[in-house]
C-alpha cells in the first residue's frame, strides 16, 4: 500500500481506510482536506468537553452517581476520537516522540479499563469522581499529543497535514 495515506476512521466492520496524496503528489487531496478537517474538529470537541468537565468538576456541586456517569461517557467519547486522531497523525509522522507514543498507549489501557466500568455502572459516586479525574488528565495529554503532532505534520508539508513528510511518496 505504498503511498497511500491512512485515514482518521474505518469502515463499519473495521476495515482501516486510505487515501491518496493530490495528483501533483503535494499535499492532500479532496479527502485528505476533509480528513485533517474531521481531525481538527475532534481535537476541538475534546477541549470542549474538557472544558466543560473541569468547570462542573471545580464548582464542588453535589453530584448524583447517573450524571457522573454521563461526564464520564463524554469524555470517553473524546477520548476514543483523539487517541484515534494521535495515532493517525503518528503513523503519518517518520519519527514518533517516545513520550507521545506511552502517552498514546496509556490512553489505551485507561479506556479498556473505563469503558469497561462505565458499562457496567458498578462504580460507586467516589470512583466515578476518581475516574472523572484520570480521564481528564488522559485527555488533556492526548489532546496536546494530538495537536503537537499536527503541527509536525503541517510544518513538513507546508500547509498540507494529511501527507506528511515521507507519507505521500
Known amino acids: 500500500m505504498s503511498g497511500l495515506v491512512p485515514l482518521p476512521w474505518s469502515t463499519v466492520d473495521g476495515t482501516p481506510c486510505y487515501t491518496v496524496p493530490a495528483p501533483d503528489g503535494h499535499g492532500p487531496g479532496p479527502v485528505g482536506v ?8 475532534q481535537v476541538l470537541a475534546a477541549r470542549s ?5 473541569r468547570v462542573w468538576l471545580a464548582s464542588g456541586a453535589r453530584v448524583d452517581g447517573g450524571r457522573l456517569r454521563a461526564g464520564a461517557v463524554r469524555l470517553v467519547w473524546a477520548l476514543v476520537r483523539v487517541v484515534r486522531v494521535a495515532e493517525m497523525r503518528g503513523k503519518r509522522l517518520e519519527r514518533v ?32 469522581r476518581y475516574v472523572l479525574a484520570r480521564l481528564v488528565e488522559c485527555l ?27 507519507a505521500c511518496g
Open 49 to 53: 468537553v474538557l472544558g466543560a468537565t
Open 34 to 41: 476533509l480528513a485533517d478537517a474531521w481531525e481538527d474538529a
Open 140 to 166: 488533556t495529554a492526548l489532546v496536546e499529543v494530538a495537536e503537537a503532532r499536527g503541527a509536525l505534520l503541517a510544518a513538513h508539508d507546508d500547509g498540507g497535514a494529511r501527507c506528511g513528510k515521507g
Open 97 to 128: 516522540d517516545p513520550g507521545e507514543a506511552a502517552r498514546v498507549e496509556m490512553a489505551r489501557v485507561l479506556l479498556g479499563h473505563t469503558e469497561d466500568l462505565i458499562i457496567t455502572g458498578n462504580a460507586e459516586t467516589c470512583q466515578m
